[in-house]
């Protein structure tokens, strides 16, 4: 059976940067049908436009830039979710501060555990649903549902690179007056010197003290 999500409704969308963690109602799946018919598979489509933030990523608005294409399968054992997510996320530049869009491209191949199963108490009896706490990188059926923000926000965030820049050559922001360089230059500009930049000097300096001079 194929499934269309459409649109976020509106007031389902997150804030800004600093803003609420992904937790978008398109990416909370009912799994209860798909569990009573097992080996079977149901195809699930959604777009979403996400941003990150501070602490992860967020919902934007209702302009989808992100296409989850996944195969839901069921087992005995649970969920098996696998596919891709493709398409663009937002991205703040660290250096320059601006916005600009990463495009990804990102297999998908997770589980998603019944529960109550290897989980019981000394006695051998399962633990109630609420007791249950998913090892670490486990994922967990909660009522009938599958809730995939957790699983699109961590490998969104792991496929992306530790430094997020516009351009490879981005010159960032004057620290002084704060003008984007990139645009525009400023007066402030011809005594600025990058730390980095100002290290090397050092060394360069030193260096040239040991070496015969012409
Ligand atoms: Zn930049
Ligand atoms: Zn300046």
């Known amino acids: 059976m194929k499934r269309k999500v459409g649109r976020p ?8 940067a600093s803003g609420d963690v992904l937790d978008s109602r398109l990416l909370k799946v009912p799994v209860e049908s798909l569990m009573k018919k ?10 979403i436009d996400v941003g990150v933030g501070d602490k992860g990523l967020f919902e934007r608005g209702d302009r989808g830039g992100l296409r ?25 530049c660290t250096r ?8 990804v491209d990102i ?6 555990r019944r529960p109550g199963l290897g989980t019981a108490t000394p006695e051998g009896k399962p633990l109630p649903r609420e007791v249950e706490v998913p090892e670490e990188d ?3 059926i909660e009522e009938g549902m599958i809730d995939l923000n957790v699983l699109v926000n961590d490998a969104v965030l792991l496929s992306l690179p530790i430094k997020h820049l516009c351009s490879s050559d981005c010159r960032g922001i004057c620290p002084y007056c704060g003008t984007d360089l990139n645009v525009s230059t400023c007066d402030c500009r011809v005594d600025l010197v990058d730390p980095r930049l100002e290290i090397l000097r050092r060394l360069l300096d030193e260096g040239s003290d040991r070496l015969p001079s012409d």
């Open 9 to 16: 409704e509106p007031g389902s969308s997150g804030g800004k």
């Open 38 to 47: 097992l080996f079977s598979r149901e195809r699930f489509f959604a777009d």
């Open 68 to 92: 989850l294409d996944f195969w839901l399968e069921s087992s005995p054992d649970g969920i098996r979710v696998k596919g891709r997510m493709s398409g663009s996320i937002a991205l703040e």
């Open 96 to 103: 320059c501060l601006g916005e600009y869009r990463q495009e």
């Open 107 to 112: 297999p998908v191949d997770e589980f998603y």
């Open 138 to 140: 486990e994922y967990l």
